[in-house]
């Protein structure tokens, strides 16, 4: 079983700050999302 903490990490952190920053994101389209997930 993995280890579980309440407070995240400073690699977690980057991604979090990251994610929330970050211009080059990629949109999900949600109209087309079960054949976006199908196509995996």
Not at 2 to 8: E, L
Not at 13 to 34: G, Q
Request: glycine share 2%.
């Amino acid at each position: 079983m993995a280890f579980v903490t309440g407070h995240p990490n400073k690699t977690t952190l980057a991604a979090m700050k990251e994610a929330e920053t970050s211009d080059s994101l990629e949109t999900l389209d949600l109209a087309n999302f079960r054949n976006f997930v199908a196509s995996l």
